[in-house]
T-cell receptor, first 117, second 114 residues
């Protein structure tokens, strides 16, 4: 069985600070995919990034960056120079191939990020 | 853009009522999913479907059933609603076969059972 742990339930920072959201995963599969989704107050989950288990390159997209480390089973998400619009709940998720198809995603419990002006 | 539309954003039902939550996607996706979101528990998979008339139980199927009569529509059914089913329900869809595929979510249906 798969498991995703987001130990930080809520983080509050002041605008322009950098913030890192932690994600630790567990799986026995060697092929898997990791995701981050953002859920703004409107409620709809928005896809941010996908990473496969064979690609440990870090990725940067504007103010967002992701650090994938298989050695520690972690896939952390950093927002640089945070803005109020970054306030949301962020979910880390894991997907494995079950042979019959993707059985959806296993989600962490989410981290509520609050950016104060 | 892929659209996943959930027919009701907010519903209030009484204990014992039969509740239908409807989800429609317009991108010909084979796979559809129903999740439930609760504070402190994240998203939990209720049911999913690979194809028309096919369904698979997720992690928390008790008290729920689903229907997939057409490819674009996936309905979640609460046969006899209970107060512990008060929650946010999220529908999602994706193309099949690859764990890599991104799920596209609807905006959610917030159900309150009194």
């Amino acid at each position: 069985a798969q498991k995703v742990t987001q130990a930080q339930t809520e983080i509050s920072v002041v605008e322009k600070e950098d913030v890192t959201l932690d994600c630790v995963y567990e799986t026995r599969d060697t092929t898997y995919y990791l995701f981050w989704y953002k859920q703004p107050p409107s409620g709809e989950l928005v896809f941010l990034i996908r990473r496969n288990s064979f690609d440990e390159q870090n990725e940067i997209s504007g103010r967002y960056s992701w650090n994938f480390q298989k050695s520690t089973s972690s896939f952390n998400f950093t927002i640089t120079a945070s803005q109020v619009v970054d306030s949301a709940v962020y979910f880390c998720a894991l997907s494995v191939w079950s042979g019959g198809g993707a059985d959806g995603l296993t989600f962490g419990k989410g981290t509520h990020l609050i950016i104060q002006p | 853009d892929v659209k996943v539309t959930q027919s009701s954003r907010y519903l209030v039902k009484r204990t014992g009522e039969k509740v239908f939550l409807e989800c429609v996607q317009d991108m010909d996706h084979e796979n559809m999913f129903w999740y439930r979101q609760d504070p402190g528990l994240g998203l939990r998979l209720i049911y999913f479907s690979y194809d028309v008339k096919m369904k698979e139980k997720g992690d928390i199927p008790e008290g729920y059933s689903v229907s997939r009569e057409k490819k674009e529509r996936f309905s979640l059914i609460l046969e006899s609603a209970s107060t512990n089913q008060t929650s946010m329900y999220l529908c999602a869809s994706t193309t099949p076969a690859l764990a890599a595929n991104v799920l596209t979510f609807g905006a959610g249906s917030r159900l309150t059972v009194l």
